[in-house]
C-alpha cells in the first residue's frame, strides 16, 4: 500500500508537468529573469553606498571631452595672439566737392609755399623709431605701407616731447615716439621719417588689423600707422576730458601735413583717425577736443574730400 502511494507520488508531478508544459516553462523564465534583476539590484546596491566617491558615467565622458579638448589647445608659449575683433571706424571726415572756402583755400596754399618757415626736421634718439617689418615675431609677413593716421595730443609742452623723444630708452616697453609735432602756433617738427616707424600706440588695432613684433608685447598699429601729434593747450595738462581745444594755426598745419601724407600714400580720409580709437586698453581719450569740422572745411578747401 505505501509503495503503490509512493509511486503515486512521484508520477503525479511528472503528469502535471506534461499537462502544464508551457505554462511551468514560462514560470521558470520569469523566475531566472527575476533572479538576474534581483543579483543587479544587490551588485547596484554596493555601488549605490560608494556613489559619492565616483563619477557618474555622463560625468566621466564630459572629463573625457574636456581632457581632449586640453590636449588639443595650445601652450600660450607656442601661441599666435589673435587679433582683436574688428572695431568699426565711422569717419567724421565727409565727402565735400563743392561749397569750398576760398578763403582758406588761399591762406592754405599761400601757407604751404612757405613752409620752410614754419616746418623742420628735428632729430630723435634712434631708440625711439625703427624700421617698418616685413615679418611679425612668428615669420609671418606682414603689409608695412602706411594705412592710417592716428591723431594724438602731447599733453605737456612740445619741448617736454621732444626732450622724451631724445632721451635714449633700450627697453622696447619705454620707446615713444611720433612721426610729427604741431606746436600751438602753428610749427611744425618732423621728428620720424614717414617710412619709418615710430612708437605712437602701444596695445592698439585698427579694423581688426594690428602688429606683433615683439613676442613679450601685445600688438600695435605702429608698423603700418603715421603717428601726428597736437601740442596740448596749458588748461590740459590734467586728466580731465576736455580742454580749451587747439588753434586756428594748428588746424591750418594739420590739413597741410595731412594732404601730403595721404597724396604720397594714396590714402583715403577715413584712414586719418585718432588714439582713442585704436587703443585697445580704453586707456587713451586723445585728442581730446578735436574740433572735425574746422578740419573738414580746411581738406575740403584743398580738394582732398573730393574722393569717391
Known amino acids: 500500500m505505501v509503495q503503490n502511494f509512493l509511486n503515486r507520488c512521484r508520477k503525479q508531478p511528472f503528469s502535471f508537468l506534461r499537462r502544464h508544459q508551457k505554462t511551468v516553462l514560462s514560470a521558470v523564465a520569469i523566475g531566472s529573469v527575476g533572479l538576474v534583476g534581483l543579483g543587479w539590484l544587490l551588485i547596484d546596491g554596493r555601488m549605490l553606498s560608494f556613489a559619492g566617491d565616483r563619477p557618474s558615467l555622463l560625468e566621466l565622458l564630459d572629463q573625457v571631452a574636456e581632457d581632449k579638448g ?87 609742452s612740445v619741448s617736454s616731447a621732444v626732450n622724451t623723444f631724445q632721451t635714449p630708452h633700450p627697453r622696447d616697453e619705454d620707446q615713444v615716439s ?86 604720397a600714400f594714396n590714402l583715403p580720409p577715413t584712414s586719418v583717425t585718432t588714439h582713442r580709437h585704436v587703443d585697445i586698453g580704453g586707456e587713451r581719450a586723445d585728442p581730446r577736443s578735436f574740433d572735425w569740422s574746422a578740419l573738414q572745411v580746411r581738406l575740403a578747401a584743398l580738394g582732398d574730400l573730393c574722393v569717391p
Open 70 to 156: 586640453a590636449r588639443r589647445k595650445p601652450s600660450p608659449l607656442g601661441s599666435v595672439p589673435v587679433a582683436p575683433l574688428s572695431r568699426s571706424w565711422r569717419s567724421p571726415l565727409a565727402r565735400q566737392c563743392s561749397s569750398i572756402d576760398k578763403s582758406i583755400r588761399s591762406r592754405l596754399l599761400s601757407l604751404q609755399k612757405r613752409s620752410g618757415s614754419w616746418r623742420k626736421f628735428v632729430p630723435i634718439d634712434p631708440t625711439n623709431f625703427g624700421k617698418r617689418f616685413s615679418e611679425d615675431a612668428f615669420g609671418r609677413r606682414l603689409d608695412g605701407s602706411p594705412r592710417v593716421i592716428v591723431l594724438h595730443e602731447t599733453v605737456y
Open 178 to 263: 611720433y612721426h610729427t609735432l604741431i606746436s600751438r602756433d602753428g610749427r611744425v617738427l618732423d621728428l620720424v621719417d614717414p617710412l619709418m616707424r615710430a612708437y605712437g600706440a602701444g596695445y592698439s588695432a585698427f579694423l581688426g588689423e594690428w602688429a606683433i613684433t615683439n613676442k613679450r608685447l601685445k600688438g600695435s598699429v605702429n608698423n603700418f600707422a603715421l603717428h601726428l601729434s597736437l601740442e596740448t593747450p596749458s588748461n590740459g595738462a590734467n586728466g580731465r576730458s576736455g580742454h580749451s581745444g587747439y588753434s586756428s594755426e594748428q588746424y591750418d598745419a594739420l590739413a597741410l601735413v595731412l594732404a601730403g601724407w595721404m597724396n
